[in-house]
């Protein structure tokens, strides 16, 4: 090997902000904050502010390698330790607040972590975890002075620590594949599973989704993330934003119609994304007050499927393009995302939109997919044969935090226990979570499928579909809906309506009303479901 | 240091093909061939003769760090060694055929290239170089059957090169910083010097130039280079059209307007860029024939100084934004393009052009840029300040091929050669060439800002300005003037032209008409102008 003379810059994840603050400078970082005023800076401003909680967290005794863990909503002041923390060679833990009590007691004793900073809002889950948290030494609230109570832990102030530093830092030049974030995932079952980000993974993860294959980002956007921080790193909108050199707009917890509203329109907000059920609240918050969507072009819908009727109206009523995505902590998360091709647009207009709504994406430079058979062989790209999804690439895992061995096969691809089919435009679409899926008979029935039939139904609300033991067919779905308040909806209305659209040997076996479990990432807990109504059809 | 727990998957050069092959399959490389008509392949296709093109190099004996030398126009089969070369883990010099012989024999004996590939267009050329070419021991003609002509080296023939292979290849995992291609770069002095790229920084160059900031292509893009592959591989677009799953259009070195029009027309070309006198040329075509420029959106103009008439009559007349670029084959060669910021468009559309037409551009991520004083202190982003440009980053060279030293400071930046300024929106203009800056008694005239002025004049075609002994001031500037044919020009014309858009002091102290000299790549040759009229001053 004859090595190639160019530098070798290693990719370093406090190197973003510093481009930003350099090519960017005055453009702003907006944010909301618990109990405090929204909060005006800018890239320069923020890398002054991250230089003294370097300083800072250096004081505290955080050492390159060291954990330091976050309960925090999406505020400039989380912002702030997303660079901080990895700048100075340390590792930030972002904690999800909402897993139970001894989910996160064993994520921050798992994580080692030795500090902790958290919002004034979880001072009192905190007080509750700290007798039983083995390492965190140091707790700091994420507040100002006027705001800050230091509780039963004796919390320092965020602000203060801040005040005490001077601007300016000598960051450390670090090796690129040295461990960034750490974000645990949590299944429903078993205990939460860590995924160790690189600096290297971020970096090239950072670059890559900006692309106009994914987010498609430029200087004029204004980036509102409204899904969590916490949760692996909100679509790692905090790194792609200042690369290129987006203004970001940052609503804390505050996520109902009335709050994104007043930023989207304030602050003129042209790209947002999170859960399906916050675009909900939002749309009926502009029907009610008659409102429109300011500057807003896109919004990106991940963790569950997007309701059609939601996509036709931001697009139709408000010019508002709805696009899916799909990823998850093992990927950094960017997996693929529904974005435009001349391919597909010269279908039409109808067939494009068709695709970005009930597609998750399409295969993006940087994470190979492909999907496979049970005997390993790939599928073809007929968007028909479903299978195990696999990927691959450097922001992909390679094995979990504290894991004792490689969680990929013998080629290097991660199996993401979903299925799924790729088609010929190169778009993918999930057809279930692999432990999800239903046997019947030997033939496979997708709930997700199933779901996004239902869930159009008028007056559902949720529909959740889980394959439950049958004395005859192996398993069987049955669905469980939770109506819109005041809708009155039968199992035979149900049914009626899923006649015509499913294939008639899909066609649930029970139709039972009630609420839908969900998960602490919002997701539809179909475990609980199954071990409430595993039973049903065992009598039949 | 606590590693992530990513995958390391190496950023190797041939799996930018390999994406666009499986995700835009069927998107089109079209491409005119020396001799032979237009060919049309696909992304897919490509992948095939590229495994071909990889099968048949290891069958002539090349092996991994082996270099691998091109005379080459830019066409498909171009774009195919491209990817097959260093996709072995071989190393490809793309060698530029306008040098003198002299030095493309210096080059291949420098390299110790073991293979040949030209195009027919330089038969002539390689049996005449042959005799002196110290290590090239096959010679291989990019022609087909019908075209191919052995000549004198006994040359093989591509096309039955891969016609003897089959499809399918097993690339090897090679570490990503071995060396890629081999680029010469060609000063008016010295020798050529080599500047060998990594697959890193090829890939990082070909990943962060797609974002918005810089080239911004989508997958609707139709992109047609028109500087040269073996000219820095024509700004990185065969890496970075694939990515984004842009149609890609190589016009071979058709490059007068019709033969682009042709193309530019019949293949929606989107996007495109050279030096500026291949648009002179190709406005003059639209001029005659009344022609439209069909889709084209952007022309990216590097080399030297945009026209300003030019860019006004690309946006008013045929609605095409004209940026310019800067770079050089030692940053492989992206260094920064001026695109839109919403604080300079906030002065309005006027302000704007003005900016994107008179700066090179502005600060990219990945490439570090500072203007330093002679004292090596960063000069202020004032826009006035000029001084000595450094780069810095993974795709800036670190030392020249078979160098005996690094060429970056203690801090590893790597001093361009040029004198610029950065102003407060982080665009950079270049003001000269250090060797070309012109002293006058204590003070510094820019002799691109006075060609910059002089070529508007109405009859000038090139403008040259250089500096010249003077026995009282030390340098005065003279100027060089090539009319356009059939103007008639008088130095008492061109001087009261200058007079109220300079300062009196940079007047020059002689206007004279002539031939201006250009070096192989096109540029102004300072060198020869300065040997052929330095002493025109001593008498005064």
Known sequence: ?????????????????????????????????????????????????????????????????????????????????????????????????????????????????????????????????????????????????????????????????????????????????????????????????????????????????????????????????????????????????????????????????????????????????????????????????GGNAGKLKRVVIGGSAVPRAMAETFKRKYGVQVLQIWGMTETAPLGVIATPTPALAALGEDKLDEAIWTRQGRLQFGIELKVVDENGAEAPHDGETSGALMVRGPWTIQRYFRGERDVVDADGWFDTGDIATIDQFGFMRITDRKKDVIKSGGEWISSIDLENVAVACPGVKIAAVVGVPHPKWEERPIMLIEAHEGAELSEQQVLAYLAPRIVKWWTPDRVLFGLVPLTATGKINKKAIRDAYGQVLMGA
Chains 1, 2 share one sequence.
């Open 1 to 289: 090997m004859i090595p190639g003379l160019m530098q070798q810059t290693p990719l370093q994840v406090i190197d973003i902000l510093k481009f930003a603050a350099r090519a960017h400078g005055g453009v702003e970082v907006v944010s909301r904050l618990v109990d405090e005023p929204i909060v005006r800076s800018t890239y320069a401003g923020e890398l002054r502010r991250t230089e003294r909680a370097a300083k800072a967290l250096q004081r505290l005794g955080v050492r390159a390698g060291d954990r330091v863990a976050t309960l925090a909503w999406n505020t400039l002041r989380h912002f702030e330790l997303f660079y901080a923390v990895p700048g100075l060679g340390a590792i930030l833990n972002t904690v999800n607040p909402r897993l139970f009590d001894e989910q996160i007691t064993y994520i921050l004793n798992h994580a080692e972590a030795g500090v902790l900073f958290f919002d004034k809002s979880f001072l009192a889950l905190v007080e509750r975890l700290a007798p039983k948290l083995e390492t965190v030494k140091t707790f700091v609230m994420l507040s100002d002075e006027s705001a800050h109570e230091p509780g039963a832990v004796g919390a320092q102030c965020y602000e203060r620590l801040l005040a005490q530093e001077s601007d300016g830092f000598v960051w450390p030049t670090l090796d690129e594949n040295a461990g960034a974030m750490l974000c645990y995932t949590s299944g429903t079952t078993g205990e939460p599973k860590g995924v160790l980000y690189s600096h290297r993974g971020i970096v090239l993860h950072a670059i890559a989704s900006g692309l106009n294959s994914a987010f498609g980002f430029d200087a004029f956007d204004v980036v509102m993330p409204c899904s969590s921080l916490f949760h692996a790193s909100a679509w790692g909108l905090p790194f792609a934003a200042p690369i290129n050199g987006c203004k970001l707009v940052l609503p804390c917890e505050k996520m109902d119609g009335a709050h994104l509203q007043e930023l989207i329109l304030n602050e003129g907000v042209t790209f947002t994304g999170g859960v399906p059920t916050i675009w909900t609240m939002y749309l009926a918050h502009l029907e009610q007050t």
